[in-house]
Antibody
Framework: EEQLAESGGGLVQPGGSLRLSCAAS????????MNWVRQAPGKGLEWVSY????????YHADSVKGRFTISRDNAKNSLYLDMNSLRAEDTAIYYC????????WGQGTMVTVSS | SVLTQPPSASGTPGQRVTISCSGG????????VNWFQQVPGTAPKLLMY???QRPSGVPDRFSGSRSGTSASLAVSGLQSEDEADYYC???????????FGGGTKLTVL
C-alpha cells in the first residue's frame, strides 16, 4: 500500500526558513510526479508546488514563487520543499500528494510562522 | 479561489445532492476535473478523477461530470457518513498550476 509521510514542520519566525520532507513508500516513486498542497487553519486547499517524476520540470504558485523550492531525490524516495522568507500567511498544514490526480495524500505537517 | 463552488449544500438521508464547480477556459474548459473529500481533522481523499472516474473503494453513489467550463459532483442516496467538505480541482494551463475550488461543506440533515 502506498504511503506518504511528511515531516519537518514547526514554529518559525517571520523571515525564517524551513525544509519539509515527504518520505514515500509502497510504490515506484520515480514514476510519479508529486505536489505540495497546503491548508491554512479553517481554510480551503491551496496548491503550492509541482515536480515531474524526473525532477526536470517544476512549477510554483505565484504566492510562493521565488521563496519556495520543490525538489526530489528518487534514490531516497523523498520529496522536499525548501521554504525561505516565511510569512505569517504561510501558516498551514502542508501535504505531499502523488501524481497528476493527487490520488494519495500524507497526513500533513503543520508549519506555523509567528514571532 | 479560481474555481467557484457553493460554500454549503445539504440534504436528508436518501436524497440526491449536487455540488457545482465553475471555472474558465484555461482550467475546466481545457483539462479534466478531480474531486476531493475531506472529513474535518483528516487529510483530503481523492473522490473522483478525470471528471467521472471513481478510485477503488469509492461507492457508486458518487458520480461526476464536466461540460464546458463547469463540473459537478452528485451524491445519491445520501448517508450521514457523506458529511464532509468537498473540493474540485483542475490544472490551469495559463497559471501552470493546480487550482482548487473554495470547498463545499455538505451537511446531512
Amino acid at each position: 500500500e502506498e504511503q506518504l509521510a511528511e515531516s519537518g514542520g514547526g514554529l518559525v519566525q517571520p523571515g525564517g526558513s524551513l525544509r519539509l520532507s515527504c518520505a514515500a513508500s509502497g510504490f515506484s516513486f520515480n514514476t510519479y510526479s508529486m505536489n505540495w498542497v497546503r491548508q491554512a487553519p479553517g481554510k480551503g486547499l491551496e496548491w503550492v508546488s509541482y515536480i515531474s517524476n524526473s525532477g526536470s520540470e517544476t512549477y510554483h504558485a505565484d504566492s510562493v514563487k521565488g521563496r519556495f523550492t520543490i525538489s526530489r531525490d528518487n534514490a531516497k524516495n523523498s520529496l522536499y520543499l525548501d521554504m525561505n522568507s516565511l510569512r505569517a500567511e504561510d501558516t498551514a498544514i502542508y501535504y505531499c500528494t502523488r501524481g497528476s490526480e493527487c490520488d494519495s495524500w500524507g497526513q500533513g505537517t503543520m508549519v506555523t510562522v509567528s514571532s | 479561489s479560481v474555481l467557484t463552488q457553493p460554500p454549503s449544500a445539504s440534504g436528508t438521508p436518501g436524497q440526491r445532492v449536487t455540488i457545482s464547480c465553475s471555472g474558465g477556459s484555461s482550467n475546466i474548459g481545457t483539462n479534466t476535473v478531480n474531486w476531493f473529500q475531506q472529513v474535518p481533522g483528516t487529510a483530503p481523499k481523492l473522490l473522483m478523477y478525470i471528471d467521472s472516474q471513481r478510485p477503488s473503494g469509492v461507492p457508486d453513489r458518487f458520480s461526476g461530470s464536466r461540460s464546458g467550463t463547469s463540473a459537478s459532483l452528485a451524491v445519491s442516496g445520501l448517508q450521514s457518513e457523506d458529511e464532509a467538505d468537498y473540493y474540485c480541482a483542475a490544472w490551469d494551463a495559463s497559471l501552470k498550476g493546480w487550482v482548487f475550488g473554495g470547498g463545499t461543506k455538505l451537511t446531512v440533515l
